[in-house]
């Protein structure tokens, strides 16, 4: 269960999207949200956009693993999908915030590698709000506001990356996708092959 998460406008959607571009293994957690939906935004592909009322069902009956209000908007990952994703021996990729992040640690730590995406600063992650130009500039400031308090959870991470360059921060993240893959605890087939390998008679 790779977590990534950053503040608005930091690049943890586009270095997702790049992730599941490339690594055929990798499915992403459609979250469920009540925000409203963006211009460049596909219901059902990048988020599940839903009233508050259905909102609320879910989460009452346990069918989200995880969920948090964020900015004024509730958001939360449906456990079915995942949980028949992961039997299938898939690896979930999961865009959520460090609320997100922390129930899914606590559910599941064995299973979970977080990421935390920094910007290389406030002034760059308030001009990538800007040029991306799909919020009001209230909502803008919210985020900007927002962003401070989001940060002060690096720590809660198992890794930071600080994004500077795009292709050096999604490199960072592939790297350790990778890595966590090669985990010894991760690969249950390797016991088995290390015992045929120790039995294995030279001519």
């Given at each position: 269960m790779l977590v990534l998460s950053s503040p608005s406008g930091a690049g943890k959607s586009t270095i997702a999207r790049s992730l599941l571009e490339n690594d055929k293994e990798l499915s992403l957690s459609v979250s469920v949200t009540t925000r409203k939906r963006r211009g460049s935004e596909i219901d059902g592909v990048h988020y599940r956009f839903l009233s508050d009322v259905e909102f609320e069902r879910l989460r009452d009956t346990d069918a989200l693993l995880e969920w948090a209000e964020v900015h004024g908007n509730f958001?939360?990952?449906?456990?079915?999908a995942v949980e028949k994703n992961m039997a299938d021996g898939r690896d979930m990729l999961f865009d959520?915030?460090?609320?997100?992040?922390?129930?899914?640690?606590?559910?599941?730590?064995?299973?979970?590698?977080?990421?935390?995406?920094?910007?290389?600063?406030?002034?760059?992650?308030?001009?990538?709000?800007?040029?991306?130009?799909?919020?009001?500039?209230?909502?803008?400031?919210?985020?900007?506001?927002?962003?401070?308090?989001?940060?002060?959870?690096?720590?809660?991470?198992?890794y930071v990356v600080i994004n500077d360059d795009l292709d050096?921060?999604?490199?960072?993240?592939?790297?350790?996708?990778?890595?966590?893959?090669?985990?010894?605890?991760?690969?249950?087939?390797l016991f088995d092959f290390v015992s045929g390998l120790l039995d294995e008679k030279l001519p």
């Open positions: 958001y939360g990952t449906p456990r079915e959520i915030d460090w609320q997100g992040a922390v129930q899914l640690q606590e559910k599941m730590a064995a299973d979970v590698v977080s990421v935390f995406i920094l910007p290389p600063s406030l002034a760059e992650l308030k001009s990538r709000l800007h040029r991306r130009a799909e919020d009001s500039q209230e909502v803008i400031e919210m985020r900007l506001e927002n962003s401070r308090a989001e940060m002060e959870h690096w720590r809660d991470y198992d050096r921060a999604y490199s960072a993240v592939r790297s350790i996708v990778l890595a966590e893959r090669l985990r010894r605890d991760r690969r249950p087939g």
